[in-house]
């Protein structure tokens, strides 16, 4: 089992930037791959990027890959977003995801889940 803690949102201006993170905590937390969703109000959760267990592989949403960067400290059980550039569409629930291995593209993919953190863009 594997818990997870999404922290680093709040308010932003327009251009700014923010560094999500999530904290993992389990037995293997560190096997896990990690993806990084967003919900903006009325909408279905949107995938943003995901990272491998080991961390040499990572993937991003094409609509965000040219501002955000995913990483991971698997010292620290610790999967951090950087989010540059941030604009007012980028305001959502930003959640963060976990699966055994490989990272996916669908939310369906993953096993855990947390409460997510609030990113609001300001003009």
């Known amino acids: 089992q594997v818990q997870l803690v999404e922290s680093g949102g709040g308010l932003v201006q327009a251009g700014g930037s923010l560094r999500l993170s999530c904290a993992a905590s389990?037995?293997?937390?560190?096997?896990?791959?990690m993806g990084w969703f967003r919900q903006a109000p009325g909408k279905e959760r949107e995938f943003v990027a995901a990272?491998?267990?080991?961390?040499?592989?990572?993937y991003r949403a094409d609509s965000v890959k040219d501002r955000l960067l995913i990483s991971r400290d698997n010292a620290k059980n610790t999967v951090y977003l950087q989010m540059n550039t941030l604009k007012p569409e980028d305001t959502a629930v930003y959640y963060c995801?976990?699966?055994?291995?490989?990272?996916?593209?669908?939310?369906?993919?993953?096993?855990?889940w947390g409460r997510g953190t609030q990113v609001t863009v300001s003009s």
């Open positions: 995801g976990a699966r055994w291995r490989n990272w996916s593209t669908t939310m369906s993919a993953y096993e855990y």
């Open positions: 389990g037995r293997t937390a560190s096997d896990y791959a």
């Open positions: 990272i491998n267990w080991s961390g040499g592989s990572t």
